[in-house]
């Protein structure tokens, strides 16, 4: 991975390696290249901002291409274009092709100007889950991985740190039922992070004992069987940009230090 390319934000988690650095037993650790951060330096940030719909969202390209093809003038869409803004490629390449399809030059001219800036970052939220006692976990390391052109970037939590831990939003859960005593403890961390390149992504979750993962084919053959692929298309633009992971873990009954990534989810919003 080339940390060269990586960012210097505190609160980054792709791009950068998050390592936790908070426990005195990891200073054995392998040291690690570029920035290191830990998961739990986003204890203290503030989860993104509810999006509030409107009736007017911007337009996109196939919008517009709607309008052109029913017949509205194209001063009339530009105009519209102004009032809404556009949701897409207006890079040099995206106007080039719009020539080629046949738009107008006064709409043309409207979209460079009202488009909505490329996206390069996205508001992530990781939801902890934890069904079970807070005792140490054999696979500690939680990682998730996704490309950005020539980077992986590559989050990476300390379960044991978390575990041990108490953070602005942790809360307990009573899912007792009169036969079964049961606690369900919930730990979110949301952060700002830079992602450069659009299209189509493969994000991986996955935990492993192993520290200091940076790329993808550094991934122990052992751990291969528990990485979760998800499928994500990262827009070139739009007026949200929200991804939520939620990884849910349950504690082995016999075994109270070994833990289990028993399911885990990843959902985006784009408008």
Known sequence: MNVSRQYPLLVAL????VVSTASAEQSDLPPTRGIVVNLVEWDGGELPAVYERTAQLPFTREDVLQL?????EPAQIALMISERRYAG???AEGLIALKRAGFAPVVIQAISKHA???NQSLNFTVYLTFDGGSQP???RFLYVIIPDGEIERVFTADL?????GQWQRDVLIDATDPLLPRKIRRVTFSGTVPLKTHGDKTVRIFTSSRPGIHRIDEIPQTDLARVQ??????P????????RAYIRYRQDVMLPDKWHMNDARMECEWR
């Open 14 to 17: 792709f791009g950068l390696l």
């Open 160 to 164: 044991n740190t978390v575990l041990a």
């Open 229 to 234: 692929t998800y499928a994500m298309n990262y």
């Open 116 to 118: 909505l800036a490329p």
């Open 236 to 243: 070139v633009s739009s007026s949200i940009q929200d991804c």
């Open 137 to 139: 976990a054999r696979h």
């Open 89 to 91: 490629d207006a890079s």
């Open 68 to 72: 052109v093809q029913s017949d509205f």
